[in-house]
């Protein structure tokens, strides 16, 4: 039985627009968090996060068909609506956001936000163009239909963190982006709603990443060449399976330029490893700074 209050779901913007105005009406501040739902302990972390930061909690739930290609998994991306909506009132947030497709691009929709430089590498280069700039679109309208005082984002997507951070300076928003630490499974596994993709023989492999993550940044941390610490890491994650290798780079936190020579003590915790690999059909991301 499910003793938690359900809290209120909005489905326009107009309803959402009602709920928001009682939270105003008492000067209570809205912390917003923005998902694409099959709500795992990752995002229940944001919110706890959100909690923190706000009076008043609002989680949207928006698969956002512009941040998908054609070829990616946009129709079979696992939708869990009755069991997020229990998890979020189990959490005790105080509004969930479901907007429609068809609402939030509308017939003659055209406008697009881009961050060029921030989106360029990475996920921007091996996803495409339109994966953050679908991205910072989508958050973007939600942003301007929440209108909230600060938003948490995970830095399981640490690029998104800061595409987003980049907007919201350049855009003059007045809202406090705030970044939330990885949730992983007990072997390391980054928590992920792809993660239901993985067969029982995947999954046992994909807790190798964050594995070899860590042997890396050890290994940087003696002061070893980046090329050849990212090197006998590539070989790792292909020995174990978790090939091809999408990207294995290092990069500075919050440019995402390269970082190529050993890095000093002082930079191990502003600059990142960031991992994308595929395991059979299912693509797994993942980063850490070199401190971790
Ligand atoms: P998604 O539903 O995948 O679009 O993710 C919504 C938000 O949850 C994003 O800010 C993600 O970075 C964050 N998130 C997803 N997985 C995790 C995780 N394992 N730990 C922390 N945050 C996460």
Partial sequence: MNTHTQPPIARHTRSLAAILGEFRK???????????GALHRGHLSLVEVAKTHAERVVVSIFVNPKQFAPTEDLDTYPRTELADVEALSKAGVDAIYMPDAGD???DGYQTT????????PLDGASRGPGYFAGIATVVLKLFNQVRPDAAVFGEKDYQQLLVIRRMVRDLNLDIDIIGAPIIRESDGLAM?????????????IAGWLSNVMRDTTALLRTGADPEAALAKGIEG???VGLAPVDYYELRRDPTLELVTSP????????????AAVMLGRTRLIDNMAVSE
């Fill in 26 to 36: 008492h000067k209570e501040r809205i912390a917003f968090v923005p998902t694409m």
């Fill in 104 to 106: 939030m691009y509308p």
């Fill in 113 to 120: 936000v881009t961050v060029p430089e921030v989106a360029k």
């Fill in 192 to 204: 992920s709603s792809r993660n239901q993709y993985l067969s029982d023989e995947e999954r046992n």
């Fill in 237 to 239: 994650l292909k020995s």
């Fill in 263 to 274: 890095v000093a003590p002082e930079d191990w915790a502003t600059v990142r490893l960031f």
